[in-house]
């Protein structure tokens, strides 16, 4: 089939998912096209099946915000007349949905049907898109999407609970690529570059913003490293990371903490990692704690949102309540105190991730797909 996908470019989950995605559908045979402001960053090759779309936005000095809604449903109707779309897939609603049901009347008006599937990620639902700014044009781009899908069971009842949703809402869990983490272990999984032999390396990746309360994960690892020798490796960059630099002053474990920034080279570093920590005040699914539980890596996480649906309490790693990290530490060192405890941990993290499994998510989105286009 040929399918439009738009997403915000950036290191972000949702980005993430709709790029791994888009590349296994090209692998599968289908013809993809991303439309978006920058080429998505783990979008590392193109190909005929594989094309990107650079929304562009014209600065003119009236516009205190520019209209990339705009921009973006033009770029959606020239690339769908160009190449024949059938489906434009739309990641994460704000603007994404909208600009997608603008572009769809722009299309029917020449004669063409093509068909909006949403996947809503989190936030869209949660902290944006039930804001009273947004939440009226959320609502209506939902409603008038041909197929709605959620990350989780819980982003699903949230959104069911936050708006007067008129249509059934189908869960598809994010997934990963099995074979990469794979891959990443043979290849260069040196961590000895990073910490002494004897040492756990505790990892946290994220975009760094309040919602995923760093402070607690520094604040985790500093119990912890009490009582077990231990690194932490901090991957991204965001709001909160001046914050977290001088917690590690106040709390005198700077060097034992490295911040490494942005990274494209995330299944390398979740390689080195023996716990991931994740102690957010919401995630509608949690696809960094799934990442790191492919790379054999068990998750110390909160109890928020689709996290239970992801870490499973005393197998995969633990679950607690938000906040409580007392309770986070005591069960990292539960985990990392001993190498027999570890090792069982691991391989359950990974037994658990493979079943979110690329091979068997693909085939339900090409499902949906394939509904659409005959519902054309
Ligand atoms: O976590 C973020 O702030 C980024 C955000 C995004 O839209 O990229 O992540 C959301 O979507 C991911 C992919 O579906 C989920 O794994 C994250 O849990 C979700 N974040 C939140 O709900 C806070």
Redesign the pocket.
């Known amino acids: 089939m040929r399918i439009g996908i738009v997403c915000?470019p950036?290191f972000?989950?949702?980005?993430?998912?709709a790029t791994e995605l888009g590349m296994a559908l090209a692998d599968n045979g289908h013809e993809v096209h991303f439309i978006t402001y920058n080429q998505p960053v783990r979008l590392d090759f193109l190909s005929h099946k594989l094309h990107f779309h650079q929304v562009l936005i014209e600065e003119y000095p009236l516009f205190q915000y520019q209209p990339y809604e705009l921009a973006l449903s033009s770029k959606m109707v020239e690339v769908v007349k160009k190449y024949h779309l059938e489906v434009l897939h739309v990641h994460?609603a704000i603007p994404h949905a909208y600009a997608a049901f603008m572009a769809k009347q722009m299309l029917l008006e020449k004669g063409i049907n093509v068909k909006v599937v949403t996947t809503l990620?989190?936030?869209?639902i949660?902290?944006v898109g039930s804001h009273p700014t947004y939440k009226t044009a959320v609502e209506f781009s939902i409603n008038h999407s041909d197929v709605v899908t959620a990350?989780s069971n819980n982003l699903k009842e949230t959104t069911n609970e936050l708006f007067h949703v008129n249509k059934e809402i189908r869960v598809i869990y994010?997934f990963i690529d099995i074979k990469k983490y794979e891959k990443a272990e043979d290849d260069d999984c040196n961590r000895i570059a990073l910490a002494k032999p004897e040492e756990r390396i505790l990892t946290h990746i994220?975009?760094f913003?309040k919602?995923?309360r760093i402070e607690d994960v520094i604040k985790v690892f500093y119990e912890v490293q009490k009582e077990i020798p231990s690194k932490l490796l901090l991957v991204g960059e965001g709001p909160e990371r001046v914050k977290a630099e001088n917690l590690t002053k106040k709390l005198k474990i700077k060097e034992s903490v490295y911040f490494l920034g942005n990274s494209t080279e995330v299944t390398k570093i979740l390689c080195y990692s023996d716990l991931f920590l994740l102690p957010?005040q919401?995630?509608?699914?949690?696809?960094?704690a799934l990442e790191a539980m492919a790379a054999k890596t068990p998750v110390i996480s909160t109890n928020t949102?689709?996290l239970p649906e992801v870490n499973i309490h005393g197998k995969t790693g633990f679950l607690s309540n938000l906040e409580d990290v007392e309770d986070m530490a005591k069960n990292a060192i539960s985990i990392l105190k001993d190498d027999q405890t570890l090792a069982r941990f691991k391989s359950n993290a990974y037994e658990h991730a493979k079943k979110f499994s690329i091979q068997n998510i693909l085939p339900v989105y090409e499902e949906i797909y394939k509904s659409c286009y005959k519902s054309r």
Do not use: I, P
Not at 12 to 17: A, D
């Open positions: 915000y950036t972000g989950g949702s980005g993430v998912v994460y990620h989190g936030t869209d949660t902290l990350v994010n994220s975009n913003r919602v995923k957010s919401t995630e509608s699914f949690g696809l960094a949102g689709g």
